[in-house]
């Protein structure tokens, strides 16, 4: 059974200032991974995907990594905004119709 | 190009009633799949439908059950409801493929009480 793992739970970083959201996977044989964004109350909002080819994605200040040999894939995002702050969720895709995800990273990022 | 469209955004009900929740894909989209948000659990998959046939389904009870229309729109119904069922429901459309990912919708707030 796929089991996905979030690392940290919650961050509290100041404006400006670069940061890596860790997510891991226990069962490497996945399609593809996404980031999500959550803000409270509302639905998600994809960020990047990445194929099970791909290494990277980038999307303006935010680039995700894979490394699906080792279970892992890092989001990272460069001079972080108050508008940033949100819950990051990641999630594997093993069955091309179903996602699992983590548990979440919620991100503060203060004035 | 619109959304991932849900419907209604809030619902209250009362323990032992039912629900049904609707979901419009994006346009071209075939794939409408179903998740349940709660504190305690996070985002589990309810199942997932394509072309009308449920492909995929999650560990939750016969009470919740979902169907796809031919023109790919989806219905959630929850029968017999529990407080445990108080969360935020989700839906999620994808083209066909896996290069694709996954959009969601807005969510159904559901309350019982």
Redesign the interface.
């Known amino acids: 059974k796929q089991e996905v793992t979030q690392i940290p739970a919650a961050l509290s970083v100041p404006e400006g200032e670069n940061l890596v959201l860790n997510c891991s996977f226990t069962d490497s044989a996945i399609?593809?991974l996404?980031w999500?964004r959550q803000d409270p109350?509302?639905?998600?909002?994809?960020l990047l995907?990445i194929?099970s080819s791909q290494r990277e994605q980038t999307s303006g200040r935010l680039n995700a990594s894979l490394d699906k040999s080792s279970g892992r894939s890092t989001l990272y995002i460069a001079a972080s905004q108050p508008g940033d702050s949100a819950t990051y969720?990641c999630?594997v895709?093993g069955?091309?119709?179903?996602?699992?995800?983590?548990?979440?990273t919620r991100l503060q990022v203060t004035l | 190009k619109a959304g991932v469209t849900q419907t209604p955004r809030y619902l209250i009900k009362t323990r032992g009633q039912q629900v049904t929740l609707s979901c419009s894909p994006i346009s071209g989209h075939r794939s409408v799949s179903w998740y349940q948000q709660t504190p305690g659990q996070g985002l589990q998959f309810l199942f997932e439908y394509f072309s009308e046939t449920q492909r995929n389904k999650g560990n939750f009870p016969g009470r919740f059950s979902g169907r796809q229309f031919s023109n790919s729109r989806s219905e959630m119904n929850v029968s017999t409801l529990e407080l445990g069922d108080s969360a935020l429901y989700l839906c999620a459309s994808s083209f066909e493929g896996v290069a694709y990912g996954y959009t969601f919708g807005s969510g159904t707030r559901l309350t019982v009480v």
């Open positions: 399609y593809n996404q999500f109350g509302k639905g998600l909002t994809s995907l194929q969720l999630a895709d069955t091309a119709s179903k996602l699992t995800f983590g548990t979440g």
